[in-house]
Nanobody, 125 residues
Framework: QVQLVESGGGLVQAGGSLRLSCAASGRTFSSRGAGWFRQAPGKEREFVAAISWSGINADYADSVKGRFTISRDNAKNTVYLQMNSLKAEDTAVYYC??????????????????WGQGTQVTVSS
């Protein structure tokens, strides 16, 4: 069993930065791929970034490439999402997730078994 708790969301002006954290409990988290998704009002939850169990490999949605960076610290059981050059269209609830079966990159929602409760990110233009 893995439990995830996100933090670090808030209100920021366009062009600003935020760093999201996802603290995990459970012995198996460090052996699972992890990712961030987001959901804006009236839209489906979409993939943002994913990272392998080791932290060596990562993948990003085209909309955030070059602006967002995913990382993890397995000693702290924590995954991070550094978000720079934020835009109004980045406004959403951001969710952390731990993969179902894979230790590697997972970009599809159904590849994830465990989800956090979400943290709101609002970017004002």
């Amino acid at each position: 069993q893995v439990q995830l708790v996100e933090s670090g969301g808030g209100l920021v002006q366009a062009g600003g930065s935020l760093r999201l954290s996802c603290a995990a409990s459970g012995r198996t988290f460090s052996s699972r791929g992890a990712g961030w998704f987001r959901q804006a009002p009236g839209k489906e939850r979409e993939f943002v970034a994913a990272i392998s169990w080791s932290g060596i490999n990562a993948d990003y949605a085209d909309s955030v490439k070059g602006r967002f960076t995913i990382s993890r610290d397995n000693a702290k059981n924590t995954v991070y999402l550094q978000m720079n050059s934020l835009k109004a269209e980045d406004t959403a609830v951001y969710y952390c997730a731990a993969a179902r079966d894979t230790a590697y990159i997972a970009t599809m929602r159904d590849e994830y078994r465990y989800w956090g409760q979400g943290t709101q990110v609002t970017v004002s233009s």
